[in-house]
């Protein structure tokens, strides 16, 4: 199972918010629920994250075995 727990550690550790996520970098609030569900997204969504954070994929998302 994928999940997005790490996303919110890490932009609690760099101080962004979603509202500057929305307002600042353009992300949408679908998107904020989808990862706030463990929904899926692309991996170019994903890579526009680690850009966006300046991370690593594994400050976004973790891989547990079901």
């Known amino acids: ?7 919110y550690k ?11 996520l929305i307002n600042q970098y353009g992300l949408s609030r679908s998107l904020l629920d989808r ?3 463990n929904k899926p997204m692309t991996t170019a969504t994903l890579n526009d994250l680690c850009n966006i954070l ?3 994929i ?5 891989y547990t075995k079901d």
Do not use: L, Q
């Open 58 to 62: 594994t400050d976004i998302i973790k």
């Open 35 to 37: 990862i706030k569900h």
């Open 10 to 20: 890490t932009i609690k550790e760099k101080n962004i918010s979603t509202y500057k």
């Open 54 to 56: 300046d991370c690593d």
């Open 1 to 7: 199972m994928i999940s997005f727990a790490p996303f």
